[in-house]
């Protein structure tokens, strides 16, 4: 089965840049998206298609996709950003794949 | 605005079949354009996606829980349904209804806490 992988853990300082990678065979074939989720919520979506953001998503928010890599970044971490990341693909057989979360802490 | 809410019994004994119905308002789930999930996340866990059905009925399982689940629509009611047969501790878990457009989920459900014991 298609695996995401995902370090654990990111710490950033306030105002600096925090880059949270996402892994998988050939990701860079398919679309990733990400998704942001603070404690007790529902995960929002931060990034669609690799690199676009949905309305009302903050600019400091980005995605790169390419190779077997894809990326989020933080541009500007402000404290609000302190939350679990999750990336998500499609598999060959059109099912959903999620990462294995980064918790990203702001230091 | 969509709006996705769970509803189900909160506590579920071991061996018996989970039922969960998501009940969408601001949308319809007979739009083309979308394709309506179940996701679980167990407590201090990942997320899992279980499954997702179009409004024509076609639905697609993720292979590690196909042989129990069972995804259904109803277009009169506006709702969408989530059965797992045989359930376990494992499935323990806060089950989210979403929607879903080229591969993303654009609108999640409050979620719903699922606990398997007797």
Known sequence: SYELTQPPSVSVSPGQTASITCSGDKLGDKYACWYQQKPGQSPVLVIYQDSKRPSGIPERFSGSNSGNTATLTISGTQAMDEADYYCQAWDSSSNYVFGTGTKVTVL | ?118
């Open chain 2, 1 to 118: 605005q969509v709006q996705l809410q769970e509803s189900g019994p909160g506590l579920v004994k071991p061996s018996e079949t989970l039922s969960l119905t998501c009940t969408v308002s601001g949308g319809s789930v007979s739009s083309g354009s979308y394709y309506w999930s179940w996701i679980r996340q167990p407590p201090g866990k990942g997320l899992e996606w279980i499954g997702y059905i179009y409004y024509s009925g076609s639905t697609n399982y993720n292979p590690s829980l196909k042989s129990r689940v069972t995804i259904s629509v109803d277009t009169s009611k506006n709702q969408f349904s989530l059965k797992l047969s045989s359930v376990t501790a494992a499935d323990t878990a806060v089950y989210y209804c979403a929607r879903t457009i080229y591969g993303e989920v654009d609108y999640w459900g409050q979620g719903t806490l699922v606990t398997v014991s007797s």
